[in-house]
Structure formats: structure tokens, C-alpha cells
């Protein structure tokens, strides 16, 4: 079963906009939530992350926010930049000894960021 | 500081054979997680290790195992290929648990089995 869902396969967004992508979950175990970038041929690179006792979490042009009662979290890109062009995966996982470091990932969205 | 490392990059494997692939943690992490990604899919987790022992595993068969050396490099070994075996093998190695829950992810190993 899925449990981690990214619902837009892709995104397309002009130059300067903002992107937003969404990401729903099912377990409210879950506590804790990262999103990353991956460019073909490269492994994912880590982006953003937030705990289950936080909303939001900004860094430069990259905020996540989680609404826990909705089992959502989307993260912005403001402003977007051709280099954003990649598929993001949102992550989940929870913080207890023995769930630690396994995450489950969505099964991403691309963005193309275009001129 | 020296990333996560995989080797092979690129891998053809006739089904039924076995394969080994290999990966070297990040300076400082001492474990290592192993996912498989199908193709337009996410990443699953297939198992941990953490100081040399088994730390949590997915829903994978026993054909796939693994191995953690002193040094904290791994290896992800799968037995008995089938053709659904075929996807991208990525590494992940993260520091201690309890510290950080960021993993950091190799270039993977592309496995493809004929």
C-alpha cells in the first residue's frame, strides 16, 4: 500500500513563479518529513526537511509546511530558477529507534522550470 | 569530506545469476540504508545497517542481503535475479541513529537483468 502519495506527476512553472509541489500521507506515526531533488544519473540530494513539532521551515528560497491534521505537506520554491528543473520526492519516516533512517518516498514530481 | 560512493556504476545480469554492489559511506556516518527505485517510482527501502548489523528491513525477499564492514561501506548482494530486479540501487548514509534523520544519497547503481 502507498502511503506516501505525490499526486502531480509533473510540474511546469515559468522562470521567477513560484512552485509548489504536494504531498499527502496516510500514517500519523510519521514524524518526521524531507523533500529532495534528484537530477537523472545523480542520486537524490537532500533539500529541506521539518519535525512533526513544527508547520514550516524555510531555507533561502525553499519552505515546507505541514498541515498534520491533513496529513499534507507541500514545499514552495520562490522564485524558481531553471536549475530547480527535477524530480522532487517528498519523504517520510518516524523517530523511533527502530524506524530510524527508513524512509518512504513519494513517487515524485517532475519540474520543469521553463524561460 | 568525501560523499557517498557506488560501485558499479552500470551493471547487466542475466536472470538467475547474483550480483554484489557496493557503497562507501560519507566521512563520519556509521549507517547505510539501501533502497531500490523502479522506473517512475520513489525510492524503497529494502534494509539498514548500522555497526555492522541488520538495523530494520522493507518488504524484500531473503535473496536480498547485505553486509557492513568496520570501515562502515556496505554491500547489497541479491541472489536468484528476476527480470522486476532491474531498477536503479541507491545508498544512503546518515550519522548515528538519534542524531540527524538527513540521509545522504549515492549516484546509485543502475542494475539491469535480462
Known amino acids: 500500500d502507498q502511503q506516501v502519495k505525490q499526486n502531480s506527476p509533473s510540474l511546469s512553472v515559468q522562470e521567477g513563479r513560484i512552485s509548489i509541489l504536494n504531498c499527502d500521507y496516510t500514517?500519523?506515526?510519521?514524524?518526521?518529513f524531507l523533500w529532495y531533488k534528484k537530477y537523472p544519473a545523480e542520486g537524490p540530494t537532500f533539500l529541506i526537511s521539518i519535525s512533526s513539532i513544527k508547520d514550516k521551515n524555510e531555507d533561502g528560497r525553499f519552505t515546507v509546511f505541514l498541515n498534520k491534521s491533513a496529513k499534507h505537506l507541500s514545499l514552495h520554491i520562490v522564485p524558481s530558477q531553471p536549475g530547480d528543473s527535477a524530480v522532487y520526492f517528498c519523504a517520510v519516516g518516524t523517530m523511533t529507534t527502530d524506524s530510524w533512517g527508513k524512509l518512504q518516498f513519494g513517487a515524485g514530481t517532475q519540474v520543469v522550470v521553463t524561460p | 569530506e568525501t560523499g557517498v560512493t557506488q560501485s558499479p556504476t552500470h551493471l547487466i545480469k542475466t536472470r538467475g545469476q547474483q550480483v554484489t554492489l557496493r557503497c562507501s559511506s560519507q566521512?563520519?556516518?556509521?549507517?547505510v540504508s539501501w533502497y531500490q527505485q523502479a522506473l517512475g517510482q520513489g525510492p524503497q527501502f529494502i534494509f539498514q545497517?548500522?555497526?555492522?548489523?541488520?538495523?530494520g528491513r522493507g518488504n524484500f525477499p531473503p535473496r536480498f542481503s547485505g553486509l557492513q564492514f568496520p570501515n562502515y561501506s556496505s554491500e547489497l548482494n541479491v541472489n536468484a535475479l528476476e527480470l522486476d530486479d532491474s531498477a536503479l540501487y541507491l545508498c544512503?548514509?546518515?550519522?548515528?541513529?538519534?542524531?540527524?534523520?538527513?540521509?545522504?544519497f549515492g549516484p546509485g547503481t543502475r542494475l539491469t537483468v535480462t
Open positions: 544512503a548514509s546518515s550519522p548515528p541513529p538519534g542524531s540527524s534523520y538527513e540521509q545522504y
Open positions: 545497517y548500522y555497526r555492522e548489523e541488520e538495523n
Open positions: 566521512s563520519g556516518h556509521n549507517t
Open positions: 500514517n500519523s506515526m510519521f514524524d518526521y
